[in-house]
């Protein structure tokens, strides 16, 4: 098991405490009542399918409305919010740009120093990496200009079928796309809200989107960069 399935082993098991805790005999019972989809719930208990910020959230809010983002950060990280305070960062470098549209060429970054900082209003994993995006095409659900909070370390692209995802192809660029299965074993398309699809992509890296930072909202919580020195 890799690090990236051992983290949502632990977070699929901390999940379903919180479920029993709440009252709920099974992940069906949970599901039905809240109106989520079943196969979708139980991946995430089972830690087939990685749970980000948005789902960690709803299911903090059904399971104890009064402390649901403290339950959701109990998901995610195992921690209470004085333990995150104390150990994890509130603010994520942002290492590159992401194409809602056209591609990102990435093969002169170096991803030694960000382009800039964001400060978030949560504490995040210590090796989440964050992009701004660039393109309409998955408008309007991410805008030009939002930044999104992902995780430095490769996932299976199984684990994302028909989830929105930050993805590197084989050929160098990067985007932000839904990613769909082909008959063809390891190759992906990659969808858009309102551009024509890729097809038969072969990926060579692939992270949940965990969170979104608001275009709105980046320029306010911009941090001052801290440059990497040379020995």
């Not at 993805?167 to 190759?187: F, H, I």
Request: hydrophobic share 35%; charged share 30%; with cysteine.
């Amino acid at each position: 098991m890799d690090a990236d399935d051992k983290r949502r082993a632990e977070q699929g098991k901390r999940l379903a405490d919180e479920r029993r805790a709440a009252g709920y005999r099974s992940a069906r019972e949970a599901a039905l009542k809240h109106g989520w989809p079943e196969s979708t719930y139980r991946a995430h208990e089972k830690g087939t399918r990685t749970i980000g910020q948005d789902d960690a959230e709803r299911y903090g809010r059904a399971f104890s409305p009064p402390r649901g983002r403290q339950i959701a950060r109990q998901i995610l990280f195992g921690t209470t919010i004085e333990q995150l305070a104390d150990d994890l960062p509130e603010e994520v470098p942002v290492v590159g740009k992401i194409g809602a549209g056209g591609s990102i060429e990435t093969s002169d970054e170096q991803l030694i120093d960000p382009l800039y900082v964001i400060k978030t209003p949560f504490a995040v994993p210590r090796d989440a990496i964050a992009f701004e995006v660039v393109g309409e095409s998955m408008w309007p659900r991410y805008d030009a200009g939002d930044v999104i909070i992902c995780y430095r370390h490769s996932i299976d692209p199984e684990a994302m079928v028909g989830w929105e995802a930050a993805v590197m192809t084989s050929d160098g660029n990067r985007y932000l796309k839904r990613v769909l299965r082909t008959p063809e074993p390891g190759r992906y398309d990659l969808e858009s809200h309102n551009a024509p699809p890729m097809r038969a992509m072969r990926l060579s890296w692939v992270s949940a989107v965990s969170a979104v930072v608001r275009a709105s909202e980046v320029h306010r919580r911009k941090a001052p960069v801290r440059l990497k020195r040379s020995a």
